[in-house]
């Protein structure tokens, strides 16, 4: 089945056929590249979708970190840093981390889940262009990264005051991160335009 894609350099567009797994096509006129297809993208990107979901849990369930100073130990969640901001007032910051590394990969993984299980057996899932695009959309939101990079920093200034214990949901939580970036470059969308096409 042929489709048709506009060049990102020169837009001209191009009608390009099925594909062979990692082969690529590139431009005519100017050599740019169109469109690489992916090896096993819908069955890689289903695999780091049902591993960031189970390391979702462990994140949000176990403990975070705890704090010894002397004889008291204080040990906190991930949300436990959400709930003192709301807390001390900043309710926009709070809503806005609370989205960004809860919410949004939530919404990610599981939006995957719900297009790639029933495509894995042929089946096509209700909603399937909007959910697509709804996951997609998503994708500048998921600010892990960045809440990680303020914990670090953080540790290390707490590290003068308190001994600080890492907990099993900072190494779940650092892997997921990795494992969110590793699901987002599996993913050929063209592939699963290609299989809604297919099945529908």
């Not at 297809?37 to 069955?43: F, G, I």
């Not at 953080?154 to 005051?161: E, F, N, Q, S």
Request: net charge positive.
């Amino acid at each position: 089945m042929s489709r048709t894609i506009a060049c990102h350099e020169c837009d001209l567009l191009h009608r390009i056929g099925d594909m062979p797994q990692g082969a690529s096509a590139r431009c005519v006129r100017c050599g740019a590249l169109l469109y690489r297809k992916k090896n096993n993208s819908l069955d890689r990107t289903l695999a780091f979708a049902l591993t960031g979901m189970m390391l979702f849990i462990l994140s949000n369930t176990f403990p975070f970190l705890a704090f010894k100073i002397e004889a008291q130990v204080q040990q906190t969640i991930l949300l436990t840093g959400i709930r003192t901001l709301f807390d001390q007032g900043m309710r926009t910051v709070a809503v806005l981390v609370l989205f960004t590394i809860i919410i949004v990969p939530f919404l990610q993984m599981a939006g995957l889940l719900y297009l790639l299980l029933p495509l894995k057996f042929d089946r096509l899932p209700p909603g399937l262009p909007q959910v697509f695009r709804f996951v997609r959309w998503l994708q500048p939101w998921s600010m892990m990264e960045v809440f990680m990079l303020g914990i670090l920093v953080a540790m290390v200034k707490l590290m003068k005051m308190a001994t600080i214990v890492p907990g099993v949901a900072v190494f779940s939580f650092l892997a997921l991160i990795f494992i969110i970036a590793a699901m987002t470059a599996a993913l050929d969308h063209h592939q699963v335009w290609e299989k809604w096409d297919e099945l529908r």
